[in-house]
């Protein structure tokens, strides 16, 4: 259904009431390894407690955490709320926090040691409530360093814990492998465990309103899908800089780097959406099936590409906002010498009709200027300039997607300049989510939490696109680490990334658009 103009926000309410009567969810019980680790303590939990809040948990859950420090139920469920307190975005309701905290329960353990998996099965037979059909609804969500996770499932499987005594799930967090290789084990062993239809590959960016809404603007819009190809488009950007370092997560951004991080997954799932073509129906498959066909169309480089076509950076020291902030080599746990790359930007090609000859310019980092998530369609020239002094740089269309931190979209035009004979002037026409929706959209957790409890793989990764995602950036990672870096940090925190990230784009006669 399509609303407009003052209707907005009457229907939207209303909508939010139908929704959450239609959709109430099953009883279900989320075993959370690594449950008093970071991502579940700033994410999950928040993201639970907000679901709960709601009202969308009313029919029953347990949250059963599975975590190394030596803890009790009671001491987990201080630690909890104390964590909620801190992170939960809106001012908590005390009576709620304890109710919400009545359904934690905690196991402390190893997450090799077998005794406590039989645990676990007695703990989820005592907590869980049977569904309306009477199934067990058990998720469990790996919320531990991806070295950890084959261990889990084994034991899992083990104890009959994938298939058969409940109606299990697990969610599995990025990166997925190390590279298509370890990707590819590292599925073998899901696999060998649970069905495709049970494994949730979580890519938050997948989730952020306005990533989803890429492609509700594109395939419900006439105007843009006609002109959304090779014959309009000109170059097409993608931007996704943090201004924050790697906090304090140096061991695992050892382990990792800009691309593992982020170019495989995040920046891809964007690219994805932007070029894929539109799906035979919205459910999970169909989408999948199009965004994977576009990460094979994407040029595979050879060495001399990805010499000529990326760039990598690695931060020194500098200032945000004004505060003097360490360099990459100066933050905790990280290797005085170390070659990590925290910068990646790169052109690439998709190889089909819709975008042959278009170039993709990419672009990440870490301590860059600003937090700015960007897509920016730029339209070609008209071909004959008739306004403005012919001197003038003409402008191209833009049409621009703010995934964060102010959500909009954007599109650029020339308009005359009041009381000029020739002069043009450039506007934008803008859609900022907050100002038409009046509301704060979703947190990305609490919706692939809620798509998960109801069974949606819509927002979730399939394991074609993850080995897809690795054909295109296991080249550059190997060719990268063959040929060391001489001249890192080659980036000052709190800048926009090497001069070589403005020399690829200008070298074309183009430039980064956002910054
Ligand atoms: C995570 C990365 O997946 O995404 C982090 O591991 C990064 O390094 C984060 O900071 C960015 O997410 P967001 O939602 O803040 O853009």
Redesign the pocket.
Known sequence: MIRTGPEIERDLLKKCVVDLQEFKTEPFTICIFGGAGDLSRRKLMPGLMHLFESGELDNGFSIIAFGMPEMDDNQYRRQIEDSLRQFYETPLDEQKLQEFSRHLYYQSSRFEEDLKYKELCQRLDEVSMPDSKGNVNVIFYMAVPPAAVPAIIGKLKKYNLCKGLFNAKIVVE?PFGRDRQSARELNRILIDAFDECQIYRI???LS?EPVQNILFFRFSNFIFEQIWNRNYVDNIQIT?S?D?G?EH?GA??EQ?GVVR??VQ??LLQLLGLIAMEPPVGFSADYVRDEKTKVFHSVRIMDAYHVDRFTVRGQYGQGSINGQPVPGYRQEKNIAPLSLQPTFFAARFHVDNLRWAGVPFYVRTG?RMAK?V?EICIQFKQLPLRMFGKPSDRPEPNILVFTV?PDEKISLRFCVKYPYSIDELYLVNMVFGYRDVFKMKNPD?YERLLLDCVKGDLSLFVRQDSVEAMWEIVDPIISRWESMPPKDFPNYAAGSWGPLEAQALVESEERSWITG
Do not use: A, G, S
Request: hydrophobic share 25%.
């Open positions: 990025k890519d938050h960016y952020k996704v943090e924050i790697i997560r695992f951004y990792t991080d982020i997954n995040h870490k937090r998530t964060q990305p």
